[in-house]
């Protein structure tokens, strides 16, 4: 388990998120400067749209938590631990850090 | 055309005489009870049409077609085997043969025979009442023949001044007539209206320009020196008219039972007992023929009754009867509220009387409590019906009334509660009258689980009829949801306690310009999924900015913020504006070209225009550059904005076509095409009333007339259909604008989100009357502000593509990936027809296996 070196903190957008490949995987990046953890990554893929969609979807603070809302179908998934809110399913999730101006997540290679 | 030959032998033969309102109901009754399984049923009509809605009959004269009004096509009697015949008269009926005589003297045996023959307008004797140009007002034919007159003619007059001659007056005004009244009885509305009630109406309909004459006896109708008619009254006075619309009451259509022998009451009516059965019991009859307790019953909720009795006591249920109605009124007679409920002229024994009279604003109310005032017997109303309900109420259910009972009818004084909370209403409470719905038929529909006053109209038919009862029918479900738990909240979300309206209000008179200061000010957290895209639709209507902007992006749903719409794979699609559907072969070469290119599945959508599919992120930019340069607009295919302005090719080419709908599309979608809105708009324009367009399915529908354009307002296709409200008539090109200026800057500022404009319309308070008057009349004083926030959408229009291409940091946001060039593996085409589509799951493992 090491820290993996993604992208610059410029190249992420506000409040949103963007989609970048690490080791051959989909990974979904929200920038949220709200947040303590400030970025999170989760899978991209929607396990339920079946499509690697969760990057394009809304982020949303519900009751406390944040999550993005799939783009495609409209469930939630959290940004911290990638539970699906409305079904049994998840996405995986991995930490990550920002460290002037880089992001870094840690990821099992 | 009947055959002679009968199917006793397999099932006993049920007819039924009259397709009027209630024959076709009681029709609809028998099919809800299985009746066709019982019985070989077959309908016999005089009119060329089947059952139409006869009590919107005068909406056939503001737009409506004999198609909008028919209560069937006719495929609900084919599919259940009903046999029916139109233009189809029985002129005799015998019955110890059991057999009829059609008028084309063909025979047809029955078993049982069901009489809903209605009744016939009274034309009263008068010396001269069978000249040319003197009418009725009953039939389609009827109203085709009054229009036909009506072209040549200056001046109309009604005969009598009840509840149908005022609605008959309000037609020929609405014709363009001079229009005047002549009532015999003292004052007009005899039957409902008591004398102060009947002189306030009076002077509320003259002020409209309707000329009254009452106390009026008309002797002779000769003809007249500068008229068609000269109408010489008792008193030596005289009226010039072209044309004579007799109202004077209706007869039962008994003629039938008379020449059977069934017994008939003395002034008319065929004599039914509880189970709607005459004196011959296979015979039944219903409706307005029918003569119950020596009673006449001129209203369809009776009728609908007696149709419900005599269908369940024909299919051996005998639980029902028939015992009486209330024949309580409300009106809007030439735009004036009249109500009369119950005894309305105060003839029981020992009434009281409360009076409240208001020369200055035109309003009479009467209340007549017993005699201990504790119940209320009767009651009138002239000028403001928004007491009848309640009123209603308290009688129909013998509620005991409060201790101030005047305050009933009292006009509201700060801000002290009138009227009746539906709380207080027992449960066997008649909500809707035309279709027997009590509030526990809508408190069982909402356990059940219909939600919304839409789905409760859906399952029991309430407000359905005549819509009187729309108003309280939204009480009753909010007072259900209320009382099950369901939050009829109306904040946005956790972050906002505000409707999307008052939203709009802040953003707009305290200029904010982000989400983030308006959250700062008025929200709490940090947003969701709901109030962000809301937010973000009300920043572009308010301010115009561009929805890519910075601060805005993060508000946007995935097809605004990529300015596409994401297909099931996440790829995109791809719609440049063709604005009406008028394209020039090079565009669409172009389009063919960059289809190509990009290896694109084409197709032409149902709005009139292309739409090119598998799009992927990265590829956005470069399509949209190219479509650009060749001229093509953004179609805005993703927003919450303007869809699209179907229209047909209108006079330039068609020989039917009246006026340019061609131009008028293109201009308007070019005018409104910038604007976000709650939810999508829908245009259209046909070029006449052929209607190629489909204008009638619209959220704004436009129809060219030979003196100008017809608006309609509020349709839509998709989940739950609706036609749209024809709106205005024969407008000129810039008062259409401006009206279509007017409704579409009041539907932004105060819809609900995700709310199209038919459910925003019939939320509203007053509905389509409340939006004419507001947008017509100007009565809240904003149309001029209205026009002024849209002039300033359509001068602030950026095709979003455009400056998109023209700005490095939007682009950003369409890399697939932040950190490296490839494209997403999970998108797999397949070939099909010629063109791509998404490979399914099963063919994307095949294809995998094979490459790997
Ligand atoms: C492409 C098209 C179907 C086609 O192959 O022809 C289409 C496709 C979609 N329609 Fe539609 N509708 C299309 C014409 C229609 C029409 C016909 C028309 O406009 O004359 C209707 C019924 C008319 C109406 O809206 O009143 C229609 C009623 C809907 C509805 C139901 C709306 C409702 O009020 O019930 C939705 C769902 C919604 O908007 O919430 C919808 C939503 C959609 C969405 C946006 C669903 C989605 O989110 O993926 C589809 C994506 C379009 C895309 O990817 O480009 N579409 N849709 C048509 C595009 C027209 C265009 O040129 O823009
Ligand atoms: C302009 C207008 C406005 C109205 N407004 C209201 C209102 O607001 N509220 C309300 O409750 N009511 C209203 N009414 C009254 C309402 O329309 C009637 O109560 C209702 O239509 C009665 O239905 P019915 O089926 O009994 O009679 P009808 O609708 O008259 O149907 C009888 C049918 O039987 C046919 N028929 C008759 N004799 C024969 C025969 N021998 N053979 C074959 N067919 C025959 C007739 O041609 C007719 O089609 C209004 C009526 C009019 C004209
Ligand atoms: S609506 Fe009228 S003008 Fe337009 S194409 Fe049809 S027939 Fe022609
Ligand atoms: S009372 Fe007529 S529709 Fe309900």
Redesign the pocket.
Known sequence: MQWNLICKQSDLVVDAGVAAMVNGKQVALFYVPAAPEQVFAIGNWDPIGKANVLSRGLVTHLQGQWSVASPLYKQHYSLLDGQCVEEDVKVPAWPTKLVDGKVYIRQPD | MISKTSNRALKPHLVVIGNGMVGHHFIEQLIAQGGQDLYQITVLGEEPHLAYDRVHLSEYFSGKGAADLAMTDGSLYDENGIRYFTSSQVTEIHREAKTLTLETGEFLPYDKLVLATGSYPFVPPIAGHQRDNTFVYRTLEDLDAIRACAQHATRGTVVGGGLLGLEAANALKQLGLETSVVEFAPRLMPVQLDESGGEVLKVMIEKLGVSVYANTVTQEIIDGDDAYHRMNFADGSHLETDLILFSAGIRPQDALAKQSGLTVGERGGIAINNHCQTSDDSVYAIGECALWNNRIFGLVAPGYTMAKTAAGHLLGDASLSFTGADMSTKLKLLGCDVGSIGDAHGQSQGCKVFVYQDEMSQSYRKMVVSEDGKKLLGAVLVGDNSYYDTLLQYFLNAIDLPDQAQSLILPAMGDAPVGLGVDALPATASICSCHNVSKQDISDAVCKGALSVGDVKGVTKAATGCGGCAALLKKVVDNELLSLGVEVSTDLCEHFAYTRQDLYNLIKVEEIKSFKALLAKHGKGHGCDICKPAVGSILASVWNDYVLKKEHISLQDT?DRFLA???KDGTY?I?PRIPGGEITPEKLIVLGEVAQQYKLYT???????I?L?GATLSQLPAIWKQLIDAGFET?Q?YGKSL??V?SCVGSTWCRYGVNDSMTMAIDLENRYKGLRSP??I?FAVSGCTRECA?AQ???IGVIATEGGWNLYVC???????RHGDLFATDLDDATLVKYIDRVLMFYTKTADR?Q?TSVWMEGLEGGLDYLKSVVIEDKLGMCAELEAQMQAVVDTFQCEWKTTLEDDEALKTFRQFVNSEGEDTNVVFVEERNQVRPATDLEKQQLIAKVG
């Open positions: 097809n719409n994401m297909q699609s719609v197709k032409v959508t149902g709005g009139q225009r739409d599919f179609g295919a869809r699209t179907k939810h999508k829908k489909e399915s619209k959220d349709g839509n296709g998709g989940m739950k259909p995700l199209r």
